[in-house]
């Protein structure tokens, strides 16, 4: 089957990417899917039906149309039933009826059954993630539509982004789950347990903990209780280093230490922490056994311990799956894509030698296949790049960037040879990153200047070097065309421009692989606009021992 090729049809796909990314209910997927799939293929309605909790029926989740008048044969029904929505959720395969009549013919039975009027065209496509079947996509026409290649693939990758999403949205509720378990275990639990951050503070304990230590609830929610609050200070450097180790190493250490409460008394408890990410987040978690009393239950808390980090540990592992899966997305479509790119425009270029007796128009019309294939080769490229920038190992090493900034001016004087370039340098640093993906970021640098140059009278580009609280910061000025400041937070974005193609080329990749590697190095971007000459931009890289 050939790829994706029409313009319109890749757009879409990326922007309806984008728009899933930040869905985070599973009803916020549908509308966005639908919506896509009838735009793309200009459909007269859809629909968009997922199994109900026992796996035996079909239930539509959404269902649109471009007129109020038009009734839907697509409806609710067990999933064993000979109907083609069901047909495909049990294949697992996609069902064209371009025809008037191709429908009824396929299915005797359906008009019978639904009591409507088969439409004119439909097309049937499975929802599905990891060879899963989730649900179903249904789109009518009222007119005949011949589903071209490049239109079956569109509503197969819909369908299958919308799937891998909705397994997204299913694992982050399972996960969200958990974490609401384990509150839940926190607070019921017997054991005295309190949650905190490497700094002392406490987020989250429960009665038993309370009624050990002899604080009340009533403190802990002015705020007044922190991981020193029962701490004396004997033991105060002891918490310090198994902190550490922990936030170091993963590893469960207990240890005995004495607590004082309120009144003055002491309790000899064995503590037992823990790390435990949620979100973003680093939270340390401490099991306590007064010893005076409860140890008998040392073993209890031990287990419960290690079913806590095993739970940690498969979060963990199902959001890199996750991470992993995307990341795989995106390499694939970009290689997957790029032959039948190549293919379109050689024959275009063939068609176009061969055909000396076409008109203008029709000769005009093959050069803007060309120049299209031409654009969608560089998204396809930038995709490609953006996701080698992301998955590749960094070597990291002491890196220097005078050497890597010569690379980059010969490439980058290569990309313009007919303008002249001065180049201002200044002595870099030496600093502490991957060698390759930094002479990327340095050669995207001043390609972006020079670029950004063409149409000064003279161009210049000055690479110098600041010292900042946070490291090394890089830059690069030129007396180009400078920016917009109140688009400045969508400069480094993917796909983002500011200025009109026509003005300046390109496909806006660049600075977004910027962003990505400097971020894989622990550093951040900048972008500082010199109003009526040209603009800087930069990186900024930490020092080794930070």
Request: charged share 20%; net charge negative.
């Amino acid at each position: 089957m050939s790829a994706v090729t029409s313009p319109p049809l890749l757009n879409q796909l990326l922007t309806v990417t984008h728009a899933l990314a930040g869905v985070d209910q599973v009803e916020a997927i549908f509308p966005v899917v639908l919506s896509t799939a009838q735009q793309g293929l200009m459909a007269l309605a859809g629909a968009i039906f997922l199994p109900n909790a026992d796996q035996t029926r079909l239930e539509r989740m959404v269902a649109r149309a471009d007129r109020i008048d038009v009734p839907s044969i697509w409806q609710d029904g067990p999933i064993q039933a000979s109907s083609p929505a069901s047909v495909s959720f049990v294949s697992g395969k996609s069902q064209y009826f371009p025809s008037k009549g191709d429908l009824a013919r396929a299915y005797p039975n359906l008009e019978a059954q639904t009591g409507q009027i088969a439409p004119v065209g439909s097309a049937v496509i499975p929802i599905s993630s990891q060879n899963q079947v989730l649900g179903v996509l249904v789109l009518d026409f009222e007119e005949p539509h011949h589903f071209t290649p490049e239109e079956q693939l569109f509503l197969e990758i819909l369908a299958s982004l919308s799937g891998q999403v909705l397994v997204r949205l299913k694992m982050t509720a399972q996960l969200r789950h958990q974490e609401h378990l384990l509150r839940s275990i926190v607070e019921r639990s017997p054991t005295p347990i309190a949650v905190g951050t490497k700094d002392g503070q406490v987020s989250l304990v429960n009665d038993a903990y309370l009624e050990l230590t002899g604080l009340t609830r009533g403190a802990f929610e002015r705020g007044e209780i922190n991981w020193y609050t029962t701490t004396l200070p004997e033991f105060r450097a002891q918490d310090t280093q198994f902190v550490r180790q922990v936030l170091q190493n993963g590893v469960t250490p207990t240890y005995e230490k004495v607590l004082q409460r309120p009144d003055g008394e002491r309790r000899e408890v064995q503590l037992t922490i823990m790390r435990y990410s949620a979100d973003s987040d680093t939270a340390i978690l401490g099991y306590f056994v007064d010893l005076t009393a409860q140890r008998a239950v040392q073993h209890a808390l031990e287990r419960h311990s290690e079913l806590l980090e095993a739970q940690v540990q498969q979060r963990t592992q199902e959001i890199q799956a996750r991470d992993a899966e995307l990341a795989s997305f995106n390499l694939g479509i970009s290689h997957d894509l790029r032959a039948p790119v190549r293919r379109i425009k050689s024959f275009a270029e063939l068609l176009l030698r061969q055909a000396d007796d076409l008109p203008e128009k029709a000769r005009t019309y093959i050069d803007y296949i060309g120049l299209s294939t031409e654009r969608m080769t560089g998204l396809l490229d930038g995709l490609l790049s953006l996701s080698q920038a992301s998955q590749a190992p960094l070597q990291k090493a002491p890196v220097d960037l005078d050497a890597l900034v010569k690379a980059g001016q010969t490439d980058t004087q290569l990309q313009y040879p007919e303008r002249e370039i001065v180049w201002q340098t200044e002595p870099l640093p030496q600093v502490w990153g991957d060698a390759p993906s930094l002479e990327r970021v340095i050669t995207n640098l001043l390609s972006n200047a020079a670029k950004y140059s063409q149409h000064s009278a003279e161009v210049r580009i000055r690479i110098w070097s600041e010292r900042t609280p946070e490291g090394w910061a890089i830059k690069v000025t030129d007396q180009g065309a400078g920016f917009n400041d109140e688009y400045r937070e969508q400069l480094f974005g993917l796909f983002q421009r500011l200025h009109a193609e026509r003005e300046f080329q390109g496909i806006g990749v660049g600075l977004a692989t910027v962003l990505r590697i400097v971020s894989r190095h622990g550093g951040t971007v900048l972008a500082e606009n010199n109003p009526g000459n040209g603009a800087t931009f930069g990186f900024v890289l930490p020092d080794p021992e930070a």
